[in-house]
């Protein structure tokens, strides 16, 4: 079985914990491992939530998630600003926030993030899976 869903969000903390409960529910009915599910939760979250914080300018984002066959892909794409990934650096230690890049890294697999000045900025990921 395979599940592939494009959402186009606007761009509020609320849009969040949505993609999160369709991500949730859409690993659930495939029966994907906990610990998959889980890492695969931080990371959108984390993806998501940047775009909240940080893409001014635009009011709409872009969810893309397919799920299947061992595997998932996630991408997350706004028209805001964008950012140098060359130039985000590692958090501060104590820092309460910063850590969210990282954090993709660290959980996905194949992280990609390509960001255009003034054009947006896309964070894909993948995650495989027994």
């Known amino acids: 079985m395979r599940m592939t869903v494009r959402l186009d969000l606007?761009?509020?903390?609320?849009?969040?914990?949505?993609?999160r409960r369709?991500?949730?529910?859409?690993?659930?009915?495939?029966?994907?491992?906990?610990e998959?599910?889980?890492?695969?939760?931080i990371a959108v979250t984390e993806a998501c939530s940047n775009v909240v914080r940080h893409a001014t300018g635009t009011d709409m984002?872009?969810?893309?998630?397919?799920v299947g066959d061992g595997h998932c892909s996630i991408d997350?794409?706004?028209?805001?600003?964008?950012f140098d990934p060359?130039?985000?650096?590692?958090?501060?230690?104590?820092?309460?926030?910063?850590?969210?890049?990282?954090l993709i890294k660290a959980l996905g697999e194949n992280?990609?993030?390509?960001?255009v000045p003034r054009s947006?900025?896309?964070?894909h990921f993948e995650k495989s899976f027994a």
């Open 10 to 19: 606007p761009r509020e903390a609320g849009s969040v914990p949505t993609v």
């Open 22 to 34: 369709l991500l949730r529910s859409t690993l659930a009915v495939l029966r994907v491992d906990h």
């Open 36 to 41: 998959a599910q889980d890492d695969l939760e």
């Open 61 to 66: 984002f872009e969810v893309c998630l397919d």
């Open 76 to 82: 997350v794409l706004d028209n805001g600003p964008g």
């Open 86 to 102: 060359d130039q985000v650096g590692p958090s501060k230690a104590g820092s309460e926030s910063g850590r969210g890049l990282e």
């Open 111 to 115: 992280v990609r993030m390509h960001s």
């Open 120 to 123: 947006g900025s896309l964070i």
